[in-house]
């Protein structure tokens, strides 16, 4: 009867445990709960949950309004993900790995007295993200990067800033002047060795995460744009990472599909002095033209800008139009270097959906168009972009 009543309790115990296994299992969290609360912000400031990390400018998932500085979002997601938390239109920005659990922010927003009325945030603390608190450490190494940043930029500042002023007036006297200076070589010494620091690291911390999504996740945090170069570190992937989310988002990059043979869609953007122009009535009448994606900061594409010119002169008599649209975030600085160069084609500023529906990525990127509005040919520049257009219009 003895061996008879443990054997019954034995059964009871390990019912009791499978019962507290399937019991836990239900209490996993299948959705995550956001929970912020912000002080020192008005009621019914925008927020906004906005995706990161994928190289684009992303439309927002979901939206709300500081209720006595709360707010709150939901919802499932298959892996981890990285949102930035906007605030006022892309004023102020909380970022943040969402994960199916409970997750609590909190901070202070501060906004500054300045006409743009920029919100920064002090005393952020993120709860319940596994996923953050693995971020943060994994990539602290970047308070030692600013650091070593801050230290080899010091006694230098106003050297540096009037190279970089003579690099973009093309002033080649001022350039090899200070770049001839012991002060400037020994900056360009450090300069290099900081950036050999930079990419050893990043490379190391995606390598090290090769067989999971933090992989190509860090792999596009680390990295402003891909080129070429970066296949091989997208190829050490497992076939897990390649197919997880961010996978797919670097491998969309990286291995982009062409759109040659594909129609451009009639978008309408505005001009510096807010003036609407279609796609369609710009390439109306015309037999080629050339869609330029550029920015005021990009060196190479203001390089490219003279080639652009000698193009223009030589074939816009012969039915050859260019439409430049500026990928800038800072519109002041676009109608700075729209004084400053000679574009006498339309010149647009971008909504981040256009580039987004060309599939930008780097620039410059270049789309020639036909008068069907079909790409006919992409990535054409300087010399590539003089022989095709003679060949296509031959007189």
Known sequence: MKNLINKVLGLCLFLLVISCKQEANKSKNESYQL???????????????????????????????????????????KEPRFFYIMFSNNKGVIPVMLENSNIRITAT?????????????KDKVVEGSESQDYYLKETAFRNELNKDYQDYHKGTEELVKIYAKARVDGNKKIMDSIGNMPEY??????????????????????????DSWWGPF?????????????????????????????????????????????????????????????????????????????ASW??????????????????????????????????KAWHKALGQESMPWPNLYDDGKVSNSFKVKAIPATFLVDENGVVVEDNLRGKALEEKLAELLKS
């Open 35 to 77: 929970e912020g609360q912000i002080a020192g912000l008005v009621n019914g400031t925008v927020v906004e949950l906005v995706p990161g990390a994928t190289h684009s400018r992303e439309p927002a998932v979901a939206e709300t309004a500081l209720t006595d500085g709360k707010f709150s979002f939901s919802g499932k997601l």
């Open 109 to 121: 927003g501060t906004v500054s007295d300045s006409e743009n009325g920029r919100i920064s945030f």
């Open 185 to 210: 070589k020994s900056f360009e010494q450090k300069e290099k060795a900081f950036f050999d620091k930079v990419k050893l690291t990043s490379e190391n911390l995606i390598a090290k995460h090769k």
């Open 218 to 294: 860090f792999m596009l945090t680390q990295y402003s744009y891909f080129t070429p170069e970066q296949k091989p570190v997208f190829e050490q992937f497992s076939e897990a990472a390649k197919n997880s989310y961010y996978g797919k988002v670097a491998r969309e990059e990286l291995y982009p599909k062409s759109l040659i043979g594909t129609n451009v869609a009639n978008f309408s953007l505005k001009d510096k002095d807010g003036k609407s122009f279609k796609a369609k009535d710009i390439i109306s009448g015309k037999k080629y033209i050339l869609i330029d994606f550029w």
């Open 298 to 331: 990009c060196a190479p594409c203001r390089k490219e800008i003279p080639n652009l010119n000698e193009a223009y002169e030589n074939y816009s008599d012969k039915g050859f139009e260019i439409l430049s649209i500026s990928i800038d975030k800072d519109e």
